[in-house]
Structure formats: structure tokens, C-alpha cells
């Protein structure tokens, strides 16, 4: 088996595991004899149950975003992103529920400023404008944004993702053109 086939194995046995039992009560054995693997193996893919947990958020988003990432796709990126998290419901408020809410706060800081600081290059093109008044921008919709991420969480996802990108987009319609325009340096 190669590696990557072996790593998406672990981690859908993982994914199975968290439908009949805590994330907090699995262990690195249940894992394995779920994959029929050995502990060495576990380890030879990851360092630890949380590295296998970031790889397979990682990978997921990576995936829910891949082709929208620009300003006139990121509605469609976040919502596919959103669909992801609604579809993995019971491990999402596993990892929720069962992993520090720090932890969980900073992979979403991380998808959410990586899609967003794209959104602002785009749209700074052509402007003369300070990388860290470019970092701020990003910053600043980044929290906005996860934050309402994390009250979808903790609300058990009630909403539809298609209603929370269609009320942000109606939010900051034409404010990332509005805040560069402010910061920019050559006017």
C-alpha cells in the first residue's frame, strides 16, 4: 500500500471510530487494529493522534477549496468548505467537543486567512499598498469570519451553508475594495 493510501486508510478508520465512541476515549491501538496495521506504521505517518487530525482537515479543506480562492469564487470555496464540515458532522463536533477549542480556532484561523490573504492580493493588484496593512485586511475578515464558523459549530450546524456565505457575502460586498482603498499608499 503507499504512503498516501495508507494515511487516507488511517484516517478513514479514525472517521469510523468517532461514530461509535468519543474522539477522547480512541486510542492509537484502536486506530490500528481498525486499519489492521501496526503501531509503527501509525507512526511512521504521524507523530501523534492530533498530527493525524490536522492532516485530515487539511486535506479536506485543501480539497473543498482547491479552484476557489480568488474574490469572485471565495463565496463558493467557503460554502464548499462549510458542506465539508456539515458532511463530517459527528467528527467535526468530536474534534469540537473533544480537542482544546484553541486548537480548533487556529486550523480555521489558518484555511480561513490562507483563502482570504489570496482575496486581498487579488484585489490589490495595481495598488501600491504596505504587506502589513495587507496582513491586516486579511486579518480582520479572518476573525469575522471564523468566529462565525465556531457558533455554526457550537449551534450543531444548524444553518445551511449556502445561507451563511449568501448573508457575509450581502456583509462585505465591496468592503475589501473599500478597506485597500483606505491603505493604499498612492492616492
Known sequence: MSSSATKIAIAYGLKELVKTKALNKITISDITEKCGINRQTFYYHFADMMDLIEWIIEKEADEALKNNTSYDTWQEGFESLL??????????????????????????????????????????????????????????????????????????????????????????????AQALNNARLDH
Open 83 to 176: 458542506e465539508m464540515l456539515k458532511q463530517d458532522k459527528v467528527f467535526v463536533l468530536n474534534v469540537y467537543h473533544h480537542v482544546s477549542n484553541e486548537y480548533t480556532e487556529h486550523y480555521l484561523y489558518k484555511v480561513t486567512y490562507n483563502l482570504l490573504y489570496r482575496v486581498v492580493e487579488e484585489k490589490s493588484k495595481g495598488m501600491i499598498i504596505k504587506e502589513e496593512d495587507k496582513v491586516f485586511i486579511a486579518n480582520f475578515y479572518k476573525y469575522g469570519f471564523v468566529g462565525l464558523v465556531c457558533e455554526w459549530i457550537k449551534k450543531d450546524m444548524a444553518d445551511e451553508p449556502k445561507l451563511i456565505v449568501s448573508r457575509l457575502n450581502s456583509l462585505i460586498q465591496g468592503s475589501f
